[in-house]
């Protein structure tokens, strides 16, 4: 297969908070392997802004030790490297006071994509956007990208899109969810809008339930401030999972268009029920000889937030109606994976008689570890001893069907970067469809806040809470098993 890499639009991204965590981690990295790829081009410029004193030689440096870190070693070329450093210079910012605006505004170019990225907290969303406002930055050309949390509930993420909104388009606003960047993500799509097969049988008639499981083996690590604030549910489920549950769950876009996909995806969110209180069991991790308890890590003995949950709700459509989707995702769990299971109906009748009852067909669409898509099928055990029934996947990893191209997959991050050069909000989420997705979760959490319901305590390295297990026997079905 030959690599179809085309360049990007010159451009100067400038990264507020390009110091920090994630840009160390993601952005700069993805950033040099599509400047590797061919996909950056050699005029295009990154401006690291952060509050920190640094000089240029300084953050290349820095950013050399995040490639070093982490990029693979064989994508590691030395010329490379010093090419894409050549591009990149800092100038020491402070988002809520004025030093290093009028020094931002003189370097941006004319003619070039200009696009900014609030890699900081949210906290500092408003007073980036207000200054790029007042020091001449938002022009109708210009892009920002915003990272999660998009809000703390309904009522916060009205008022940051309000607050964007003085200053920018919504055409111009990439709010980020790194989870529709991943290839298995947009593969969900291409299967089953590229595919007559599918389609026709992707609806309650055929499909008894749909899972969606995120699980981390990690507990909340250094970062327990903020979790114990947020929880499984604000953390992942309002975001990740909700789009994940909308990829699946919506009706064929007019074309593979922004507004087109997330009209659809809206439409989804607005048709979701209320979860009765009896469908949510949240956990807490222990402690074991490998870490500390949720208490521990969150340094509060009292919390009520979960590390873990497990939900089931419906979808309120004629598509849908009768099929539950049900959700799970917690931290310090058996295996870290995540991975959509479509689990179809039983043949109304067995031929083959009771023994050779045939089990369920269920797509699996895996998100990691071995991103890849698999379909459990029905055949024939092998051999002589009449008609005996065996299962077998029919197993497409991206790896093994696609060969070294798949090897090139681009990072989630890096992927969306680019579609922000390319001016594609496709994969990135409206204000409205944030907005409600809040609006279904608030309600929740508002309950067992008001209740004080206390998460169930389960153990690290099992599935959850035995409750999340009873949640689903009791509908007479059963979670897929946490594995790699
Ligand atoms: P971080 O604390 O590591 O870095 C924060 C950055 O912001 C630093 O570069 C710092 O210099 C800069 N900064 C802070 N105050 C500033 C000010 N007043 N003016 C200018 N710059 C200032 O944070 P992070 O982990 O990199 O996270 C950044 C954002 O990305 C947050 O919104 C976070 O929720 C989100 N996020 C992070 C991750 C991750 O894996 N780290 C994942 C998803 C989303």
Known sequence: MVSRVIPVDPFDLVIFGGTGDLARRKILPGLYRRFLSGQMP???????????????????????????????????????????LERLSYIKVDARG??????????????????????????LFGDIAERLHAYGMADAESRIVVEKPFGHDLKTAQALNATLAKHFDEHQIYRIDHYLGKETVQNLMAV??????????????????????????????????????SGAMRDMVQNHMMQLLCLIAM????????????????????????????????????????????????????????????????????????????LRTGKRMRARTSEIAIVFKDPPHSIFGEQERQ??????????????????????EPGPGGMRLVEVPLDMSFKEALGPEAEDIPDAYERLIMDVIRGNQTLFMRGDEVEAAWA???????????????????????SGPEDALMLMHKDGRRWREVKA
């Open 98 to 123: 004025e030093e290093g605006w009028k020094e931002l505004a003189g370097k941006m170019r004319k003619g070039v994509v200009h696009a900014f990225y609030f890699s900081v907290g949210p906290s």
């Open 440 to 462: 279904w979760t608030d309600p929740l959490i508002d309950g067992w806040t008001d209740r004080g319901d206390r998460p169930k305590s389960y153990d690290p390295g099992s």
């Open 42 to 84: 050699e005029d295009a410029r990154i401006i690291g802004a952060a509050r920190s004193d640094h000089d240029d030689t300084e953050f290349r440096a820095m950013v050399g030790n995040a490639i070093n870190e982490f990029v693979d070693r064989d994508k590691q070329e030395k010329a490379t490297i010093a090419a894409f």
């Open 251 to 326: 009706e064929p876009p007019y074309a593979f268009e922004p507004d087109a996909v997330r009209d659809e995806k809206l439409k989804v969110i607005r048709a979701l029920d209320p979860v009765d209180p009896d469908d949510i069991v949240r956990g807490q991790y222990c402690e074991d000889e490998d870490g500390p308890s949720y208490f521990d890590d969150v340094e509060n003995p009292d919390s009520r937030t979960e590390s873990f949950i497990a939900l089931k709700t419906h979808i309120s459509n004629w598509r849908w109606k009768g099929t539950p989707f049900y």
């Open 192 to 229: 089953r809008f590229g595919n007559m097969l599918f389609e026709p049988l992707w609806n309650a008639q055929n499909v008894d339930h749909i899972q969606i499981t995120v699980a981390e083996t990690v507990g909340v690590g250094g970062r327990g401030g903020y979790y114990d604030k």
């Open 359 to 380: 089990k369920a067909n269920v797509l699996v669409i895996r998100l990691q570890p071995n991103e890849g898509i698999n379909l459990r099928v029905t055949i024939k």
